[in-house]
């Protein structure tokens, strides 16, 4: 299968008053052609900071990004902003949980398709105004041929989401990422919005990456889910293992804590209590310890590594899966 993303090492530190918060700590992962990869978690645990990241939109200073991104085979970090700004218009995409913020107010719907079109795929304005007509119709949005010269503000909320997705894979990029692209939707939008993304991904081919803290919205739109924890993946896997057979104490409290299709009646939805660690001083151990009731002695100063566990391509750090747990673990 054809790799388009390939991360190995990505660390991002921030510089602030108190000390310098290491926001992701040693990420690895890989996207192929065509596939959903989900990254989830709690806010603050580093999935928003990673996405940025790969489109280099974090600033820098005061941010200190180190690693590798190798996007389509090339080193992304070590691109000029100029050539960043050609990527991010042709090969990557990216959408926002608020529209309202991305879209700019002053221009039509149909300005913002075209802009991309014609700046990095040099069509005409004529063939542009087509392709936009074809995008919103694309993404479901009603009467497109009217709707394409029509504002943000005469659009709904959903609607905006539409024209967010519409701009964003005008271009037809290769990576599309969507940071937490319906939180700030009712359910049914939800589900209508990520059918979009689902359909177009099918005819378009594009891989994407999706950010959320809800893993309900994962279970049928992603191949793969890379959970993240105070700046480290801590569970990766086919969603279906994930799922079915999660193998870290964090990804069976984000389960347990959102509701899901196979859920019992009874079934009570439990939050994970407690808080993330500071990472300006993250903890020697797992830094999950402070909140897991599964915790052992070993866990409080030494950081379990990610291991192979069962399931294809699944992997898990923690140390219940170490070959020894259960013999004799002593309780934190
Ligand atoms: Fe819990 Fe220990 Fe596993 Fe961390 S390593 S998740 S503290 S059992």
Known sequence: MERILEVKDLRVNFKVRGGIVQAVRGVNFHVNKGETVAIVGESGCGKSVTAQSLMRLIPSPPAVTTGSIRFKGEEILTKSLRQMETIRGKEMGMIFQDPMT?????LSIGKQITEGLVKHQGMSSEAAKTRAVEMLKLVGIPNPESRVSQYPHEFSGGMRQRAMIAIALACNPSLLIADEPTTALDVTV???????????QTKLGTSIILITHDLGVVADSADRVIVMYAGKVVE???TRDIFKNPKHPYTRGLLRSVPRLDQKKDEPLIPIFGTPPDLIKPPAGCAFCARCDEAMRVCVNNDPALVPVEGEGHTAACWLNHPLAGEGGESA
């Open 236 to 238: 990766s896997g086919k």
């Open 190 to 200: 939800q589900a209508q919005i990520m059918s979009v993304l689902k359909d177009l």
């Open 102 to 106: 991305s879209l700019n107010p002053t």
